[in-house]
């Protein structure tokens, strides 16, 4: 692994310490006192480093990687090189991930980005706002009247926090995020360019124009929730947009007013979710997914990616495509669909002249 300027070397752990930490099961007669300096994938490790295997797609890597030591299901131990260190478990990555998380702790939350804590030089801290022990307000980042920042919380740089916003302890608010009319838990991880707590989209129709409805509630995300860059959550209009526990939040994803998020959910990139829309814990909603006003999502259901929500989704399902249906279904009408069309099953590139051909009469008038 090629060394990185950003995050300080780790000192290393032992296979003794890895197997302790993650439960893994060394070949017999493993020196259990070799240290491993390193976390690195197959085709970039180094003979210090640790890596991983979890699906057969990568079998050639492992059986040339350069690799110290390597974390990898009991099917696939016969493919390890010779003199590589085998550690056999039931979920590598997971155990990777747990080592990786000791070697590297401090990547696991954005730090100070001026690498200071209190209140840098440049920032705008109002007389009444309260700042917790331990926390960093970076330069250039506004923090209102009467807002609370917990204690060990970074405000990054440019970020505004409005007044009576409430954060709790050990959060990290990212550059350039703004914050309005929200509460945040402990622990909680907005990451830059991100818009939180601002109107919800609310308008009554009428002859003379649109008539704006004022949105008076709020935003609640709760203990270690993280938001990727760039996503929006809207306040609620009369009741507030909740985000639970420990759900986790890709870039770009839009949240509107109102809408009730549970507790350890997925919402990938480019998601929309439209206003008082209730998702229940364990969902996951694949990327680009979107769904429509007041529908439901069932406790654990998982939603494919591009997938249309139209109406609500039982709890435990699996669903995908354009109005979103069971999977099994959807993936019969495609099939049908291609059996229809024509295709062989392999999908490939028409020429100029077929593509001219197939497109000729798209606009002709439908002949009786």
Request: charged share 20%; hydrophobic share 40%; net charge positive.
């Amino acid at each position: 692994m090629s060394e990185s300027r950003f995050f300080e070397p780790p000192s290393g752990l032992t296979i003794g310490e890895i197997v302790a930490l993650t439960g893994a099961q060394p070949r017999a007669g493993t020196d259990l006192s070799i240290r491993v300096n390193n976390v690195a994938p197959l085709d970039m490790a180094g003979s210090g480093d640790l890596t991983y295997v979890e699906s057969g797609k990568y079998l050639d890597r492992l059986t040339t990687t350069r690799a110290g030591a390597c974390l990898l299901g009991s099917k696939h131990e016969a493919q390890a090189p010779k003199g590589m260190v085998v550690l056999v478990s039931r979920e590598p990555h997971r155990d990777f991930t747990a080592v990786a998380r000791k070697m590297y702790s401090n990547a696991l939350r954005p730090t100070s980005l001026f690498d200071g804590a209190g209140i840098a030089p440049g920032a705008f801290v109002h007389p009444t706002a309260k700042i917790g022990a331990g926390a960093a307000v970076d330069p250039g980042a506004v923090v209102g009247p009467r807002a609370e920042i917990g204690a060990g919380t970074v405000i990054g740089p440019g970020a505004v926090i409005g007044p009576k916003v409430r954060i709790g302890r050990d959060c990290s608010i990212g550059a350039s995020s703004t914050l309005t009319h929200s509460t945040l838990g402990d622990r909680v991880i907005v990451h830059p360019g991100c818009r939180i707590g601002q109107d919800g989209f609310g308008y009554v129709p009428s002859a003379k124009g649109h008539i704006k409805v004022p949105q008076i509630g709020s935003v609640v995300i709760q203990d270690d929730v993280e938001i990727g860059a760039g996503t929006t959550i809207d306040r609620g209009g009369l009741r507030d947009t909740v985000i639970g526990e420990g759900t986790k939040i890709d870039n770009l994803v839009q949240i509107a007013h109102n809408v009730v998020i549970g507790r350890h959910c997925i919402i990938v990139a480019q998601t929309g979710i439209s206003g008082s829309v209730t998702i229940e814990d364990f969902v996951v909603l694949g990327a680009r997914s979107g769904v429509i006003p007041h529908m439901t999502i069932g406790k654990g259901a998982q939603l494919a990616a591009l997938s249309a929500v139209a109406t609500d989704v039982p709890r435990g399902a699996r669903w995908g495509g354009t109005p979103a249906k069971p999977m099994r279904r959807w993936i019969r009408e495609m099939a049908v669909l291609e059996r229809m069309a024509g295709y062989s099953g392999k999908i490939e590139s028409p020429s100029i002249s077929e593509a001219k051909d197939e497109t000729k009469d798209i606009d002709a008038p439908t002949r009786v």
